[in-house]
């Protein structure tokens, strides 16, 4: 295990071109996007500052870090925005045949809802 944890360390960039670490072995100050969303922020245009490096199923995995000190909250819809989404999202919920409104989406591959699709497309 010491030796793939040497193998991905590379704190200055020489080998990878950015500071590399491996598994849970990146210092303070650094955050995944996901762990900057949980925390309530985004990355706010900035680059990618390190990596984290390790073995994983099917070769080499890669996450890439951004500082957590030049990270921006993220951004929040206005109501006018939800609305618009809640529009869309209902939309999709309404078959164009029959005009009924569905309690699961359309699916795009038939066009319409499952009662009014073909037997033969649905089965």
């Known amino acids: 295990m010491a030796r793939v944890r040497a193998a991905f360390h590379d704190p200055d960039g020489a080998r990878y071109g950015i500071p590399t ?3 849970r072995g990146a210092p303070p100050g650094y955050a995944t996007r996901r762990q900057l969303r949980a925390d309530g922020l985004a990355p706010g245009g900035q680059t ?6 390790w073995a994983g199923v099917g070769g080499v995995r890669v ?7 030049l ?5 929040v819809a206005t ?3 939800r609305q618009a989404i809640s529009r869309a999202l209902r939309a999709r ?3 164009p045949s029959c005009r009924c409104e569905r309690p699961y989406y359309i699916p795009r591959s038939l066009g319409e809802c499952l009662d009014c699709a073909p037997s033969e497309m649905t089965a």
Do not use: E, F, N
């Not at 990618?48 to 490096?53: I, P, S, Y």
């Not at 990270?71 to 951004?75: F, Q, S, T, V, Y």
């Open 21 to 23: 670490y491996w598994w």
């Open 48 to 53: 990618v500052a390190a990596q984290v490096m």
């Open 71 to 75: 990270a921006r909250p993220k951004r």
């Open 93 to 95: 919920r309404i078959c």
């Open 79 to 81: 109501p006018r925005q």
């Open 63 to 69: 996450a890439y870090l951004y500082r957590v000190d």
